[in-house]
């Protein structure tokens, strides 16, 4: 869930990062944190990916 507007090229990516490591963790959180690192380097204004968070259990 995004906490307000987020570009489709950030968002993009950071979905594409998240789905990958879930992948391979099997960890929501842990793929979350590694996909926001991984878009942090990518997009380094954090305007264009700090406003994800997990909610819930899917």
């Known amino acids: 869930m ?3 507007s987020a570009p ?3 968002t993009g990516y950071l979905m ?3 789905y990958q490591q879930l992948k391979q963790t099997g960890d929501k959180a842990q793929a979350l944190r590694q996909a926001m690192l991984s ?3 990518q997009y380094p204004n954090s305007k ?3 406003g994800f968070t997990l ?3 899917p």
Do not use: H, V
Request: charged share 30%.
């Open 2 to 4: 995004s906490l307000g």
């Open 8 to 10: 489709d090229a950030s």
């Open 16 to 18: 594409t990062k998240f």
């Open 39 to 41: 878009t942090m380097k």
């Open 48 to 50: 264009k990916w700090a």
């Open 55 to 57: 909610i819930g259990e």
